[in-house]
């Protein structure tokens, strides 16, 4: 069966890629407020916004499916199909990896995370909050880019993801200096693992925010 002509021309699959963005970055927000609850010792207001995170996680699911299945066979696109749903897939692994977050947060509520370390989660949850969000702006990029062509959107697109890897440094570091104060705090080892995985986890999202760019830059060079 042939595909009618009209059909080769749909709508860009970057339009999907940036409404999924959007709410990977509006569940990274939740994911920040839920971590200063969690340092805070607010439980209740912690589960509520770990229920909105699953909740913009089920919508973000509902846009990939729709990005993967509405691409006709034979349409015509600006890049390789399977390098766009490639792309897909870190992002969307980054949303994954903050229910991951939260879920083990929940696990051991009680007594939570030292005082000592809270100040160092935040800044980490920060560093990856600016992660997703400089993803956010490369995918809104990229979007005008595979319309217009442009050399110097490409060249600025190519920037983003260059300060996506120094950024994802910077979280790498802070990770590192979590699980170092953790191990030499002493007392409980329960605690001292919690924490050590809780800062794994949080990491993780930076690595796939990271990946998703390592993927953006593989379409700029077809």
């Known amino acids: 069966m042939r595909t009618p002509f009209m059909s080769l021309f749909m709508t860009s699959p970057f339009e999907g890629l940036q409404e999924h963005a959007e709410l990977v970055k509006s569940c990274a927000l939740v994911f920040k407020n839920a971590v200063a609850c969690h340092v805070a ?5 912690f589960e509520e916004l770990r229920a909105e995170a699953a909740q913009i996680e089920s919508r973000a699911d509902a846009v990939k499916r729709r990005v993967r299945g509405h691409i006709p066979k034979g349409t ?27 879920d083990w947060i929940s696990y051991r509520t009680d007594p939570g995370i030292p005082a000592e370390l809270g100040d160092d989660f935040l800044h980490l949850a920060d560093a990856v ?12 990029g990229a979007r005008s880019y595979f319309k217009k062509f442009s050399d110097e ?31 030499n705090l002493g ?26 760019g390592d993927m953006m830059r593989a379409m700029l060079a077809r």
């Open 41 to 45: 010792g607010e439980g209740a207001a």
């Open 187 to 212: 007392g409980d080892p329960i605690t001292v693992f919690h924490m050590v995985r809780l800062a794994e986890t949080i990491g993780a999202i930076a690595d796939h925010a990271e990946n998703a």
């Open 76 to 102: 015509l696109m600006p890049v390789d199909k399977f390098q766009l749903f490639r792309y897909l897939r870190e992002q969307d692994q980054v949303l994954d990896s903050v229910e991951d977050a939260l």
């Open 129 to 140: 909050i600016g992660l997703i969000e400089a993803l956010s702006k490369l995918v809104r």
């Open 153 to 183: 959107e490409r060249d600025h697109l190519k920037t983003m993801v260059h300060e996506l890897h120094h950024r994802e440094r910077d979280a790498d570091q802070i990770e590192d200096q979590i699980k170092r104060r953790a191990l």
